[in-house]
């Protein structure tokens, strides 16, 4: 009763919205407030202010020479590529890596430990480390027996 009441139902307007073909709208992102273009064109300070405490801290406290130099190689590998193409991946053990607007569309082998797993930058992995989009341990698999896990499995018949 409250749904129909709610909701008028006009079989005109249903016609109408069949011919129409349906647009998708989407969300557009913003970080903490701010479009994605005004946050590509924020100056290192001001882009320092907007993030959590625990990476506001890492930056003023000033950014390593690792960090820098793969900043660098992330520019050359996008100048590098077509538009409309996906840049080369660049390696990088620096799970510690704050991911920040420039590197936005760039793709990152991180380290796990064993591997690089490529991961390709979005803008909503902003102010994320690197280390959280690579993990390093296989996880569990529940409800699957190994060698050991039952008294039956002790003993296993040589003939």
């Known amino acids: 009763l409250l ?3 709610a909701v008028p139902f006009y079989p005109c307007s249903r016609v109408k919205m069949a011919d129409a073909p349906k647009k998708r709208t989407f969300r557009k992102y913003s970080y903490r ?3 994605l273009e ?3 064109d924020l100056s290192p300070e001001e882009f320092t202010a ?4 625990r990476a506001r801290r890492q930056f003023n406290r000033g950014v390593k020479r690792k960090h820098t130099a793969l900043l660098k190689k992330l520019r050359i590998a996008k100048k590098k590529c077509q538009p409309q193409e996906k840049p080369e ?6 799970r510690d890596m704050i991911i920040i ?4 569309g760039s793709i990152v082998g991180v380290y796990n430990g064993k591997t690089f797993n490529q991961v390709e930058i979005k803008a909503e992995m902003t ?3 690197l280390g959280e989009f690579s993990i390093t341990y296989k996880p569990v698999r529940h409800g699957r027996p190994g060698i050991g896990a039952t008294n039956s499995s002790r003993f296993i018949p040589l003939k």
Request: with cysteine.
């Open 38 to 40: 005004q946050l590509l």
């Open 33 to 35: 407030g701010i479009d």
């Open 127 to 129: 102010g994320h480390y």
């Open 50 to 53: 907007l993030v959590t405490c």
């Open 3 to 5: 749904l129909s009441l």
């Open 101 to 104: 607007p420039e590197m936005i």
């Open 89 to 94: 991946v660049v390696k990088t053990h620096l």
